[in-house]
C-alpha cells in the first residue's frame, strides 16, 4: 500500500507555561489518505480546531506552541518547515475552511479579491486571470451569478453563501488536503446538508483528501470514511465511519451515539446526552480521563491511562473495559 | 448621498447661529472694552463727549441684542462679517488672506501625525510586548506630555543663544520662496503634529491588535500570504477607519495648537489675527474668526463621515 498523505504522529500542543499550562492535543497520532475523507469528531474543547491550525501551523503563539511530534505531509515533516515554507504549502496545497462564515471573510474586500488571493499567490497568475478563476470557481460552487458577484462583499452574502465562497477559496490551488473545521455549524440545517454535500462532491471530483471536523456523529455517517473521536485533547476511538457505527467500542463513543437523533426511533424518544461536563484540561483525573463521567468506570481506570489498544485490524480505542487483542 | 450632504449642511446652521451668538455676547463682556483701548491710545482724555461718539460711529451704541441681529443680516444677506473696528477693512478679506496660511500648518501637522503615527502603531501592534513596542509606548507618553508651546519656545531661544540661528520671524509667503516657506512652517508642523503622532501611534496599535485577532487575519494567514501582504491588504484599511475619525475628533484641538504655534513662530495665520484681535478687541474680527473654526470643524467632521462611505463598504452599499 502507498504512503498516507498525512501522517500525524505523536502530536502534542500545549498553551501557557508552567502549572497552569494546557494540553489541548495529547499525543495524537492518525493518517488520512489522499482522496478519502477522515472525520474528526468530540465536544466543544475536545482539541479539535487546535489539532486543525498545528497541521497547518497556525496555533496562536504565544500563548500556544506544538511541543512535539510529527505532521508528515507528502513525505515532509511540517513541524521542521520554516516560515516560508510553510507559507507555500497553506492555501497552496492544504487548505482550510473555518467555522464562522460570518467573521471568517474580510468586510472589506470584494470577494473576487478574496478568492483570487490564492490564485494570484501561489500560482502567480495575474490578478485579470485569476479574477477568471475565480469566476470559475464560484461557478463551480453553484453560486448564481458569479460574474458580477466577484464584486461583492461578504455582507451582501448570506452565511451559506458565504461558506460557499470559503469553498472556492479553499479549492482554488486544487490542493491536496482540505481541512474543515465544523464548516456547517452555523448554518441553519437544511443549509448545513447543501454545504456538506457540495464539499464533499466537489472533494470527490478534486480527489482532494478531505479532514472533517464536526461534533455531530450523523455528519459523519453520511460524509466520512474514517473517524477519529476526541476527548479531552486524545484520540480515544478510531475506526472507519461502517465500523465505528456497527459497533462503538468506547463508552464515550457509544454516549455520542445515543445523543443521535435517528429516523429509526419511536418519534417523541428523548435523546440521552452524555452526563456531566467536558474535562478541564488544566486538571484532568487521574487515569481515564473520561472516569468520572464513565458509566463502566472500574478500579484500573482510576489509576492507568489507557493508550489506543486495538479491537481489530483497524479499530482502535482507549479503554480498558472494552474487548482489545 | 448629495441629499445626506445637504441635511448635514441644514443641520449645521442652528448650531453656527447659537455659537456666534455666545461668542459675540461673551466678547463684549471682557474686561477692558474697545472704546477705553481707543481712548488711551489716541490719548485723548476720557471726556464723557467724545466716548459716546466713540460708540456711536462704532455702531456699539445700540443694545447688544440689536447688533447681534444687524450682525447676522449682513452675513445672512450680504454674507459680511462686518468691518474691523479698527482698520474698517471688512473681515471677511483679512480671514480670507490668513485662511490658507493655517490651513497649509493644519494640513501639514496632519501629514506630520498620520505618516509618523501609523506606521510606528502598526509596528508597535505586531510588535505587541517586545522592547521595541515599549520603547516605542514610552515615547508616545513623553510626546503627548511634552507641551507645544514650550517646545516651540525652546525651539526659538535655545538655537539662537548656542549657535546664533533661530527661525524667522518675517514670514516668507510661497510665492516668494516656496522652499523657505515650507521649511518656515515644517518646524511649528512637527511640533503641532507631535502629540497627535503619538495619539495616532497608540490608537493604530490599539486597533491594529484588535484586527489582527479577526478570524479574517486567521483566513488570510490560511492562505499562505506573507505577514506584509496580510497587513497592509488585510488589516490597515479595517483599523484606519476609527484613526480617520480621531482626525475629525482632533480638528478643534488641532486648531487650538495652530493658534498657539503661529502666536510663537509668528506665522500670520487665523491664530495670529484671532490673538491681535482679542488683544484689540476688535469684535467683529473675533466673532468672524470663531466663526470660521466653528465652520472648519463642522465641516471636517462632514468629509470624515462621507470617507467612512469609501472605506466600509457595508456604508457605501446603503
Ligand atoms: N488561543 C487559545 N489560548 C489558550 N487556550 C486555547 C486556545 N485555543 C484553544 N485553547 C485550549 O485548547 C482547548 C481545545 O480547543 P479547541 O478549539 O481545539 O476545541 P474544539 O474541539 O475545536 O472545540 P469546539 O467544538 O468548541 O470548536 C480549549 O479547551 C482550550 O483550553
Ligand atoms: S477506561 Fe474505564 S473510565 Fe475510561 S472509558 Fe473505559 S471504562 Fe470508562
Ligand atoms: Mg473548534
Redesign the interface.
Known amino acids: 500500500m502507498s504512503k498516507p498523505l498525512l501522517q500525524v504522529r505523536n502530536l502534542t500542543t500545549k498553551f501557557g507555561n508552567g502549572p497552569g499550562a494546557v494540553t489541548a492535543v495529547n499525543n495524537v497520532s492518525f493518517d488520512v489518505d489522499a482522496g478519502e475523507t477522515l472525520a474528526i469528531v468530540g465536544e466543544s474543547g475536545s482539541g479539535k480546531s487546535v489539532t486543525a491550525l498545528s497541521i497547518?501551523q497556525?496555533v496562536p503563539d504565544p500563548p500556544g506552541r506544538i511541543t512535539g511530534g510529527e505532521i508528515v505531509f507528502d513525505g515532509i515533516d511540517l513541524t521542521k518547515l520554516n516560515e516560508d515554507e510553510m507559507?507555500?504549502?497553506?492555501?497552496?496545497r492544504i487548505?482550510?475552511i473555518?467555522q464562522?462564515p460570518m467573521?471568517?471573510?474580510?468586510?472589506?474586500?470584494t470577494i473576487g479579491l478574496q478568492i483570487g488571493?490564492?490564485i494570484n499567490?501561489?500560482k502567480r497568475l495575474p490578478w485579470q486571470k485569476a479574477y477568471d478563476k475565480a469566476k470559475e470557481l464560484l461557478d463551480r460552487v453553484r453560486m448564481p451569478d458569479a460574474r458580477s458577484r466577484l464584486a461583492n462583499?461578504p455582507?451582501?452574502f448570506s452565511g451559506g453563501m458565504r461558506q460557499r465562497i470559503?469553498i472556492a477559496?479553499a479549492l482554488a490551488c486544487q490542493p491536496k488536503l482540505i481541512i474543515a473545521d465544523e464548516p456547517t455549524t452555523a448554518l441553519d440545517v437544511t443549509v448545513q446538508a447543501q454545504i456538506l454535500e457540495l464539499l464533499k462532491e466537489l472533494t470527490r471530483e478534486t480527489g482532494s483528501a478531505l479532514i472533517l471536523i464536526t461534533h455531530d456523529l450523523g455528519v459523519v455517517a453520511r460524509y466520512a470514511d474514517r473517524v477519529c473521536v476526541m476527548y479531552g485533547g486524545k484520540i480515544i476511538e478510531t475506526a472507519s465511519a461502517l465500523d465505528l457505527y456497527a459497533k462503538p467500542l468506547h463508552p464515550y463513543t457509544r454516549g455520542l451515539m445515543a445523543s443521535i437523533p435517528r429516523l429509526d426511533q419511536p418519534a417523541g424518544l428523548r435523546l440521552v446526552p452524555i452526563k456531566g461536563q467536558p474535562p478541564n484540561l488544566a486538571q484532568l483525573p487521574p487515569g481515564c480521563s473520561f472516569n468520572p463521567r464513565c458509566g463502566e468506570v472500574a478500579e484500573r481506570c482510576r489509576r492507568d491511562v489507557p493508550e489506543l489498544m486495538k479491537a481489530d485490524d483497524k479499530h482502535m480505542h482507549a479503554c480498558w473495559m472494552a474487548p482489545h487483542v | 448621498m448629495r441629499g445626506y450632504i445637504l441635511r448635514r449642511v441644514l443641520a449645521l446652521i442652528p448650531t453656527l447661529i447659537f455659537a456666534s451668538l455666545i461668542v459675540f455676547v461673551t466678547i463684549r463682556l471682557m474686561p477692558g472694552n474697545i472704546i477705553d483701548l481707543m481712548l488711551s491710545q489716541n490719548d485723548v482724555s476720557a471726556s464723557k463727549q467724545t466716548r459716546e461718539q466713540l460708540e456711536a460711529a462704532l455702531g456699539l451704541d445700540t443694545p447688544m441684542y440689536v447688533q447681534y441681529f444687524k450682525w447676522l443680516g449682513a452675513l445672512v444677506f450680504k454674507g459680511s462679517l462686518g468691518n474691523s473696528l479698527w482698520t474698517n477693512t471688512p473681515v471677511m478679506d483679512e480671514i480670507l488672506h490668513r485662511l490658507p496660511i493655517t490651513f497649509e500648518l493644519g494640513i501639514m501637522a496632519l501629514l506630520v501625525s498620520l505618516v509618523v503615527g501609523i506606521p510606528i502603531g502598526v509596528y508597535a501592534a505586531l510588535k505587541q510586548d517586545t522592547i521595541g513596542d515599549y520603547i516605542l509606548r514610552t515615547f508616545s507618553i513623553l510626546a503627548l506630555a511634552i507641551p507645544g508651546f514650550w517646545l516651540g519656545t525652546l525651539v526659538m531661544v535655545f538655537p539662537s543663544i548656542w549657535w546664533g540661528w533661530s527661525p524667522s520671524v518675517r514670514f516668507i509667503p510661497f510665492s516668494q520662496d516656496p522652499i523657505g516657506h515650507l521649511l518656515q512652517l515644517a518646524l511649528p508642523a512637527l511640533i503641532l503634529g507631535k502629540a497627535f503622532s503619538a495619539i495616532t501611534m497608540r490608537l493604530t496599535r490599539t486597533l491594529m491588535l484588535e484586527v489582527m485577532r479577526q478570524d479574517y487575519i486567521r483566513t488570510a494567514k490560511a492562505k499562505g500570504l506573507s505577514v506584509g501582504t496580510i497587513v497592509m491588504r488585510h488589516a490597515l484599511r479595517n483599523a484606519l477607519i476609527p484613526v480617520i475619525t480621531l482626525v475629525g475628533l482632533q480638528a478643534g484641538a488641532l486648531i487650538g495648537g495652530a493658534v498657539i504655534l503661529e502666536q510663537i513662530f509668528v506665522i500670520p495665520g487665523m491664530g495670529l489675527l484671532l490673538l491681535e484681535a482679542v488683544g484689540s478687541r476688535d469684535y467683529p474680527t473675533i466673532t468672524g474668526v470663531f466663526l470660521v473654526f466653528g465652520v472648519a470643524i463642522v465641516f471636517i467632521n462632514l468629509l470624515v463621515d462621507l470617507s467612512y462611505g469609501f472605506l466600509d463598504p457595508k456604508v457605501r452599499n446603503r
Open positions: 497547518l497556525l507559507r507555500a504549502i497553506r492555501g497552496n487548505a482550510m473555518f464562522e467573521t471568517s471573510l474580510n468586510p472589506s474586500l488571493e490564492p499567490l501561489h462583499h455582507h451582501q470559503m477559496m
